[in-house]
C-alpha cells in the first residue's frame, strides 16, 4: 500500500537535517527502517539527522524523497539551502520579511478602506508607519540623517579558494583503524585551498601505500567531496562497519544473485586482488575530486 503524499509543509529555510527528521517522525518511520528502503547505513542517515554531515548525494536524496513522500523537489531545495553562503542567507530573510511586511500593510489598508478610515489615522495611531519602515528601513535612516547614503558594499568574489581540513591518511592498501584525531567537523590541524569546490563538507587525506598506483602514490594528498554523487567506477574514500575501517579504492556496484546490493572495492594496482563486500556494512562513501602532488 503506497504511502500517503503529504503537501509541502517546510518553510523556506529549514535545514536539511530537521525537515528529514520532522518527517520521519510524521510518518513514525525508525532509522532503520529508512535505511533498508533508501540503501544505504542506519549510523550514516543518524549523522546526516543530527547535523554531523550534510546532505548525501543526489540519488540518495531522491529515494529519501520516495521513501518519506515528499512532494517531489522538497528536500533538494533544503539541501541547496544548507549550501548557500551565510551572506546571502541573509539577504534573502531580509527580502522575506519585507515582503511579509507588505501583504499585510496591503492587509491593514483594505480594511480601513472597508470601515470608512482615513490614512491620517492610520499613520496617527503608529501602525502605518511601522510597517512602511519595515518595507524600507534604508529610506527612514536616511531620513534621519544628513549625511550622504553609504556606498554600496565592494562586489564579492565570485569563488573563493576554499579551505579543506587534511584530516589523517587514507591507506590505499587494504581497509585499517581510521581516526580523524578527535577533530569536531571541519576543523583540523592542516588545511589545504582548494579551488573551485563549493562543499562546506569535504576533506582531505594523505595517501598510504601503492595498491591504487599509478594513479595515485603514496604521499598524494586527495580531496573528497561528500556533497559529490557516487557512480560506479569512482575512485572512493570508504568506510565500513562495524568498525569504521577506511581504505582508499575504485568501487563499482554489484548485486548477487537473491538480487542483495553488493560493493567491489577495487584496487587500481592488478597485483591486490579486490573486495566485496554488502552495502549494509559501508558506513560511507565519498568521492574523490581532484589529487596533489608533490613535485620530486
Not at 527580502?95 to 470601515?115: F, H, I, P, V, Y
Not at 544473485?257 to 579486490?274: A, D, K, M, T, V
Request: charge should be negative; include cysteine.
Amino acid at each position: 500500500m503506497p504511502l500517503h503524499r503529504f503537501e509541502s509543509d517546510t518553510p523556506p529555510g529549514n535545514t536539511f537535517a530537521s525537515t528529514l527528521r520532522h518527517r520521519r517522525g510524521m510518518v513514525n518511520m525508525s532509522l532503520a527502517k529508512l535505511a533498508d528502503r533508501v540503501g544505504c547505513a542506519k549510523s550514516y542517515l543518524s549523522s546526516i539527522e543530527n547535523g554531523h554531515k550534510g546532505p548525501p548525494a543526489d540519488a540518495l536524496i531522491d529515494r529519501l524523497e520516495q521513501a518519506l513522500s515528499f512532494v517531489p523537489g522538497e528536500l533538494f531545495e533544503c539541501a541547496r539551502w544548507d549550501q548557500t553562503p551565510s551572506p546571502i542567507r541573509e539577504d534573502l530573510a531580509h527580502l522575506r520579511k519585507r515582503d511579509e511586511s507588505a501583504r499585510t500593510l496591503a492587509q491593514l489598508l483594505a480594511r480601513s478602506a472597508d470601515r470608512g478610515g482615513s490614512l491620517d489615522e492610520l499613520y496617527a495611531s503608529g501602525a502605518l508607519r511601522t510597517l512602511i519602515d519595515q518595507i524600507n528601513p534604508e529610506e527612514r535612516a536616511q531620513a534621519a540623517s544628513s549625511a550622504p547614503p553609504p556606498a554600496p558594499p565592494p562586489a564579492r568574489p565570485s569563488m573563493l579558494p576554499m579551505e579543506v581540513p587534511l584530516i589523517n591518511k587514507v591507506t590505499a592498501g587494504y581497509p585499517a583503524d581510521f581516526t580523524d584525531m578527535g577533530y569536531p567537523a571541519r576543523a583540523a590541524d592542516e588545511y589545504i585551498r582548494t579551488p573551485d569546490l563549493a562543499d562546506p563538507d569535504a576533506f582531505a587525506a594523505r595517501v598510504v601505500g601503492d595498491s591504487m598506483e599509478p594513479d595515485y602514490r603514496q604521499g598524494d594528498i586527495v580531496v573528497f567531496s561528500p556533497a559529490r554523487e557516487i557512480i560506479d567506477g569512482m575512485d572512493c574514500f570508504v568506510r565500513l562497519e562495524p568498525d569504521h575501517e577506511s581504505t582508499f579504492k575504485r568501487i563499482y556496484f554489484q548485486q548477487d544473485e537473491s538480487g542483495n546490493q553488493l560493493i567491489r572495492i577495487q584496487p587500481i594496482n592488478n597485483r591486490y586482488p579486490p573486495m566485496t563486500v554488502p552495502r549494509e556494512q559501508v558506513a560511507g562513501l565519498y568521492a574523490g575530486v581532484s589529487v596533489t602532488r608533490s613535485i620530486g
